[in-house]
């Protein structure tokens, strides 16, 4: 199958709030326009927009990423929407790739906004319906319920414990600390303040969580006629995967996401990554939870099934360590606007890669990344290997 | 990458105390009313009399719960409603200090994925525990269905009160 190849040559974002005075459309066209400016490009010189938001309901707007479209710079232009949930913000690059791809289009602009803080009194009351309407529902289920379920599974699975876990969580938001566009990086936090936060649906406490925020983030990616023009610096897009696991959630083994690993088969194939561990220098597991950092580094086949958690107790994972996880700070530190925060990741990778992340570029040059998303009904992996 | 993030104006409760930001609000009124379908709705029915049902795939032999009209991996229609126990072993479970918009609650609740007997491993339904320490919920403890009083049933997952330890 004969596939154009594709870079990605510039990326901006907005700073994540966890309420911003901005309107979507206002956040959209923020980002999309530091990612033009990024790689002194103008609207003029887009093909086509991807745009994608997560679920209508947060923000009360049917048919959002259209409404907010004129920000994304989709005016007059070929525009496609794309939402899998929490997966959204890697399937956007996915998109933008497959649009250049595909010889369809030379260039093109991908948007992913976010604005949480519009549901009121609280987004889960949008998130909620996510449940089985006549086999859940009645149960009136709290959203964090599904990752209790499954964080417990998971630790139980390998006897961990909420220690191994928090981990995480430290690492994450210590990074973000060096992240100029984050809301909870803090450079001083121990795993006794995550320990020591409130129990929220037991094992999950206030402080594995990532926090509700406003925010989005726009990526420019291009045909390779087009990238040698405008940088010397194209991070090229290698391997794309995706996959679905099953809608009906309790008959799933919780304890291993099957649904990243298949995604994470069909991008390592394209790339032709055959030793992921080896191959791979660097990673940005989607992380709205911190065991779910844990889990995601099992699916992308980087550590076995669970030892993640061992790897990151011994400084693997840390941003000097030797597979760097998360350099950015994740969702956890720099916040969880959702799709937002999916493409943020992609965005990091790439500036980690071009050795333009400033005081979080990790040390050894790296030259190949995956960023990876999850989410639809908690089924969906979403996965992109880049490389230079 | 500093000269690539876009401040945002970050808003605090003050600024809406105070009026300093102007907003609008809007209270949607959308109702649904769901059809249950053929498996789910053959279900409902069979909790209304106090039972559980799960269907098995004539191709694979999977024996599912929720149950459902096709399978899913095999594509196939499935027309073969089996008994299940009402006893089951509990797969995962969380306890539950908050309410969705998160107001704390005292006595927490219990919600849990519980493997039903009869189906095949794994095939687990969310359910929640009652009548039991929630220090001495574990994975793996046998429960069994508590049901509403039979006039009181009608026909909804809600026929079963919880799952209690056996």
């Given at each position: ?84 949930g929490g997966g ?42 996510i449940f089985d309407?006549?086999t859940e529902?009645?149960?009136?289920p709290?959203?964090?319920w599904i990752f209790a379920l499954e964080m417990n599974a998971y630790m139980s699975r ?85 996959s679905l696991d099953t809608a009906y959630w309790t008959n799933r083994d919780l304890s291993y996401p099957t649904y990243v690993e298949e995604a ?27 065991y779910k950092?844990?889990h995601h580094?099992e699916g ?5 099934k ?68 999850w989410g639809d009904l908690m089924q969906v992996g ?7 | ?53 799960g ?5 694979c032999?999977r024996v599912m719960v929720p149950p459902r009209?096709?399978c899913e991996h ?14 089951g072993t509990v797969i995962t479970f969380s ?16 919600p849990a994925v519980i493997g039903i007997?009869?189906a095949s491993p794994g095939m687990g339904i969310m359910h ?11 994975i ?27």
């Amino acid at each position: 199958m004969g596939r154009n190849r594709v870079a990605i040559v510039g990326a901006g974002m907005t700073k994540f709030v966890r309420r911003a005075q901005e309107t979507a459309k206002e956040l959209a066209w923020k980002a999309a326009s530091k990612a033009l400016e990024s790689c002194e490009l103008t609207l003029d010189d887009i093909d086509a927009v991807v745009v994608d938001t997560a679920p209508d309901a947060f923000d009360g707007i049917h048919m959002n990423a259209e409404y907010l479209s004129d920000g994304a710079g989709g005016w007059g232009k070929p525009v496609i929407r794309g939402y899998v949930g929490g997966g959204t913000g890697v399937f956007a690059a996915i998109q933008g790739w497959y649009h250049v791809a595909s010889g369809l289009f030379d260039t093109v602009l991908v948007v992913c906004e976010e604005k949480m803080s519009s549901c009121q009194p609280h987004p889960q009351g949008a998130f909620l319906t996510i449940f089985d309407h006549t086999t859940e529902r009645p149960l009136k289920p709290n959203l964090l319920w599904i990752f209790a379920l499954e964080m417990n599974a998971y630790m139980s699975r390998y006897g961990l414990s909420k220690k191994d876990i928090a981990l995480v969580a430290v690492k994450n938001k210590r990074n973000a600390a060096d992240h100029p566009a984050a809301l909870l990086g803090d450079p001083d936090i121990t795993v006794e303040d995550i320990l020591n936060t409130e129990v929220l649906a037991w094992p999950v406490q206030r402080g594995d969580v990532s926090p509700i925020s406003d925010g989005a983030v726009a990526l420019v990616m291009c045909a390779e006629h087009v990238a040698r023009r405008v940088t010397d610096k194209p991070v090229w897009v290698e391997g794309v995967g995706w996959s679905l696991d099953t809608a009906y959630w309790t008959n799933r083994d919780l304890s291993y996401p099957t649904y990243v690993e298949e995604a994470a088969r069909m991008a390592y194939k394209m790339a032709g990554i055959t030793e992921p561990r080896k191959q791979i220098h660097i990673a940005e597991p989607y992380d709205p939870f911190d065991y779910k950092e844990l889990h995601h580094l099992e699916g992308l086949l980087l550590f076995d099934k669970g030892k993640a958690p061992e790897a990151t107790a011994l400084g693997i994972t840390q941003r000097d360590g030797d597979l760097p996880v998360c350099p950015s700070g994740g969702l956890l530190g720099v916040g969880n606007p959702i799709a937002a925060a999916g493409l943020m990741k992609v965005a990091e990778i790439f500036w980690q890669l071009r050795g333009e992340a400033g005081a979080r570029q990790v040390p050894g040059q790296p030259k190949r990344g995956v960023a990876q998303a999850w989410g639809d009904l908690m089924q969906v992996g979403t996965v992109i290997v880049l490389g230079i | 990458m500093k000269e690539h993030v876009y401040e945002t104006v970050y808003l605090r409760e003050k600024d809406f105390q105070e009026g300093r930001v102007l907003f609008e609000t809007w209270d949607p009124n959308a109702r649904y009313a769901w059809d249950a379908g053929i498996a789910i709705g053959r279900f409902l029915q069979e909790l209304k009399a106090g039972r559980l049902v799960g269907t098995r795939c004539a191709n694979c032999g999977r024996v599912m719960v929720p149950p459902r009209m096709f399978c899913e991996h095999c594509f196939v229609p499935i027309d073969e409603f089996v008994p299940l126990e009402d006893t089951g072993t509990v797969i995962t479970f969380s306890l539950c200090y908050v309410t969705w918009d998160m107001v704390r609650i005292e006595e927490p609740q219990i919600p849990a994925v519980i493997g039903i007997d009869g189906a095949s491993p794994g095939m687990g339904i969310m359910h929640l525990l009652g009548e039991v320490d929630p220090k001495a919920v574990k994975i793996g403890m046998r429960v069994a269905a508590v049901w509403k009083p039979p006039e009181e049933r009608e026909g909804a997952i809600t026929d079963i009160l919880y799952f209690k330890p056996l």
